[in-house]
């Protein structure tokens, strides 16, 4: 139990939503329009928590403004809607790029030999209780909520993958007995998604997803909540693995129009 926190929460939850918040939230997050409304309600219960826990910080000159911040809470937050009261307790940080950065990074090969090279970003989840993100990645990738990207459920989605200290694509499910089903469905789907992709055939999820389990998962999240309909329809046992994840049902609220024409393409 956490008597001090608890009541510090229940002290946030009781304050108003601001309304500038509200209007942060039309303008850079239009996924909250198709939430029902008592999904709605609580999703600004969960920011308003989230940004009085969770710290904030500018890299490479950004000037954090409450419009960076309250953007990417509300999203970190779908993710959480209805898992309990765990605000990503590993996570202590969100680390904020103007645009896409670069990291270098060092790989040993297997012959020994170490390769340095630069790659650039647009987010990552760290397994030492930070994420970090390009705002102007977050922002493009709210502002469609159809086109199956988005940085930050994505990073969160691995925030979520690493609570049991192991990036490989399985969290920590709400019941033991979820394990068998989810070890089956999204095997299956990442070794279908690789197949795909090695013949060149067009895929509904991105092909990063076909990286490692832990991107699949990660991928998979941004189609689940960004393209419901077509994760359904072409893959309903991993929609189904989601659904019971998430305990959530995006195709139940969100309008199809856009996303049906993509599929006729």
């Known amino acids: 139990m956490h008597p001090f926190r608890d009541a510090r929460r229940r002290r946030l939850s009781a304050r108003p939503f601001p309304p500038e918040w509200d209007r942060i939230l039309e303008r850079n997050f239009p996924l909250d329009r198709a939430l029902p409304a008592a999904d709605r309600a609580e999703l600004r219960r969960r920011v308003r928590i989230f940004l009085a ?3 904030f910080e500018g890299a490479g000159g950004l000037d954090l403004t409450e419009e960076i911040r309250v953007t990417i809470a509300a999203q970190a937050c779908l993710l959480l809607l209805h898992r309990g009261e765990d605000f990503y307790p590993r996570l202590d940080s969100i680390i904020v790029y103007p645009a896409a950065y670069r990291v ?4 040993r090969s297997a012959d020994g030999v170490v390769h340095e090279r630069d790659q650039v970003r647009l987010g990552e989840a760290w397994n030492t209780g930070a994420v970090v ?3 102007e990645d977050v922002r493009y990738g709210a502002a ?3 086109d199956g990207h988005n940085v930050v459920l994505h990073e969160f989605a691995h925030q979520l993958d690493l609570e049991n200290n192991a990036a490989d694509g399985a969290p920590e499910l709400p019941r033991r007995s979820m394990y068998v089903a989810w070890a089956r469905v ?3 789907e990442y070794e279908q998604l690789r197949h795909e992709i090695e013949r060149g055939h067009r895929t509904l999820m991105d092909a990063y997803g076909a990286t490692n389990p832990a991107e699949f998962f990660a991928v998979a999240t941004e189609t689940f909540f960004e393209r419901p309909h077509a994760l359904r329809e072409k893959h309903p046992e991993l929609y189904d693995q989601l659904s019971r994840f998430y305990a959530q049902d995006p195709v139940s609220w969100v309008a199809s129009s856009r996303e049906d ?3 006729s393409e």
Request: net charge negative; hydrophobic share 25%; with cysteine.
């Open 104 to 107: 270098r990074t060092i790989e």
């Open 144 to 146: 469609d909520l159809h």
């Open 53 to 55: 826990e969770k710290h």
């Open 133 to 135: 993100l390009s705002w």
């Open 261 to 263: 024409s993509c599929n």
């Open 186 to 188: 999204l095997g299956h």
